[in-house]
């Protein structure tokens, strides 16, 4: 299949057709598990990540203020890696949809994090905001930029989770030996 900005315009032409005819076919269950390291040394936390073709390991390890070694990443380091990815992944998108052609596309993401809550000190906010920038490098007009922008705030995955409540549900069971 041709690809545009690195995006297989067929295939989310034929997902669209599919998800028109039939809109339960969108819905997709994603889990994600992982374990606690209780060794010394990093990594304090390790997930594998099945995914279509195969599957990862990602590894965490909190910044030193927090317990860790601060050898890897932290858990906000893939919070902020994954509303990064699909923030760029659905401008993108949304680029190709509109048939702006992208030269290079570089995203941005920072927040400012206050850790007293993390720490029992305080009820305030962990994160009052979040900023995601975009570096275009395209042929486009600003205003179709702009718009496609727009349209990747709105349809972003990790932006409506991020910006929209979710019921989350938390509960433990006794592990079996």
Same mark, same amino acid.
């Given at each position: 299949? $041709? /690809?545009?900005?690195?995006?297989?315009?067929e295939?989310? =032409? @034929?997902t669209r057709e599919?998800?028109?005819r039939?809109?339960?076919s969108? /819905? =997709?269950? %994603?889990? +994600?598990?992982?374990?606690?390291v209780?060794?010394?040394?990093?990594? %304090?936390?390790?997930a594998? #990540? @099945?995914?279509?073709?195969?599957q990862?390991?990602?590894?965490?390890?909190?910044?030193?203020?927090m317990?860790?070694?601060?050898? #890897?990443?932290?858990?906000?380091?893939?919070c902020f890696?994954?509303?990064?990815a699909?923030? $760029?992944?659905?401008?993108?998108?949304v $680029?190709a949809?509109?048939?702006?052609?992208l030269? @290079?596309? /570089?995203?941005r993401?920072?927040a400012d994090?206050?850790?007293?809550?993390?720490?029992?000190l $305080?009820?305030a906010?962990?994160?009052?905001?979040?900023r995601? %920038?975009l570096?275009i490098?395209?042929?486009a007009?600003?205003?179709?930029? %702009?718009?496609?922008?727009? #349209?990747?705030r @709105?349809?972003?995955p990790?932006?409506?989770? +991020?910006?929209?409540?979710? =019921?989350?549900q938390?509960?433990w069971? =006794?592990?079996?030996?």
């Open positions: 299949m $041709a /690809r545009f900005n690195n995006v297989e315009l295939r989310l =032409r @034929q599919q998800f028109e039939d809109p339960a969108a /819905r =997709r269950t %994603q889990v +994600l598990e992982g374990e606690w209780l060794g010394n040394g990093a990594p %304090q936390f390790r594998i #990540l @099945q995914y279509e073709h195969g990862s390991v990602l590894e965490m390890d909190n910044p030193s203020f317990g860790g070694g601060g050898t #890897l990443p932290g858990p906000m380091h893939y890696s994954g509303l990064a699909c923030y $760029a992944s659905t401008f993108a998108i $680029a949809e509109l048939g702006l052609e030269r @290079q596309l /570089r995203v993401v920072e994090v206050n850790f007293l809550r993390t720490f029992g $305080a009820d906010p962990t994160m009052e905001e979040v995601v %920038q570096l490098d395209s042929p007009s600003d205003e179709q930029l %702009q718009h496609a922008e727009e #349209l990747a @709105q349809r972003c990790v932006v409506y989770t +991020l910006t929209h409540p979710v =019921r989350l938390t509960s069971q =006794r592990a079996t030996a």
